[in-house]
């Protein structure tokens, strides 16, 4: 099964990849890192479908991508 | 498992990247480190950053760069590949380095059809300093310098570049593109890519002029950002190529 890991540490918050994943896998959680942003998880993991869009919009290189 | 995506070895493993949130200056630093990956160049690459936001990567990217004097990259650029004709030399510059101080430097290296690759980030407003009017600030848009927005009368039209170096004999190769969809990243990820490759080729200049946001000052959040984006830059800066001599 696909999967996501998000490195949260240096996540900012845009939700870019919340915007552009096709199968609602992702969200804004409520857990902050070190810098005061709310980084970006995995609510869904089990729709992931491994398609990299996530990974490929987000700016800060914060997701990576397993299949 | 394999890993399908990874993060791109051209940025170091631990540093967080010093542009704001949502700020596409971090998408295209991200970018231009998995297109030196992939055709092995990181070692060979030499960038040269201009003034601004566009310079606030030189902790998190993990190959050479320099900085040169505001607007002056393309001339920096041309001295370090005529004296290394091997190196990949890049320029990273923003609107109000490329197109504004350093119009003079710009156009001429152009013209001379100088064997580098420019990308230029357009996001219509000097970011660094405050949200200054740029070159390329849309009409209505407010700028710190236009508080009651961009008037075509006191401060001009917005400049296109691509446009304006396609008037040029020498320039071999021009694309506009964003950031705005991932579908686009990876247009402008190919597109970086070819430029790069143009010039390892020593077909000439190459320039990626690439649409961005500056959440911080068009003072939106990253979401309205990507709607002002797509919205009004984006009609006023078309995508597309606007010259491929290949
Ligand atoms: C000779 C000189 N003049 C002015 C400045 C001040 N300055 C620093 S960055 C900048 C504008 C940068 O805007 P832009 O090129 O659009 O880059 P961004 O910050 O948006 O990436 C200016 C005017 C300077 N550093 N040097
Ligand atoms: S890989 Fe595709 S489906 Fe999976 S989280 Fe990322 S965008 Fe969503
Ligand atoms: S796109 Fe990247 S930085 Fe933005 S919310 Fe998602 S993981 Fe965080
Ligand atoms: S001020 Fe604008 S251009 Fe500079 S890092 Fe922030 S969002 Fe990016």
Known sequence: MPKVEIRSESCKSCGYCVKFCPKQVLAIGDKVNSKGYEY???????????????GVVCPDAAIEVYK | MEKIYARTKGLRPD?????CPGCMHSTVIKLIGEVLEEMNQMDNAVAVLGIGCCGLHMEYMSYDNVTAPHGRACAVATGIKRANSKSLVYTYQGDGDFASIGLGESVSAANRGENITVIFINNGIYGMTGGQMAPTTLLGMKASTAPKGRIAEEHGYPMHMCEILNQLTAPYYLERTSCNTPQN???TRKAIKKAFQNQLDGKGFSMVEIVTSCPTNWGLDTMKSLDYLNEKMLTEYPLGVIRDNG
Request: aromatic share 4%; with cysteine.
């Open chain 1, 40 to 54: 970006a998880a995995a609510v869904k993991p089990e729709a992931c479908i491994g398609c990299k869009m996530c």
């Open chain 2, 15 to 19: 540093v967080v990247s010093g542009f």
């Open chain 2, 185 to 187: 990243v990876l247009k």
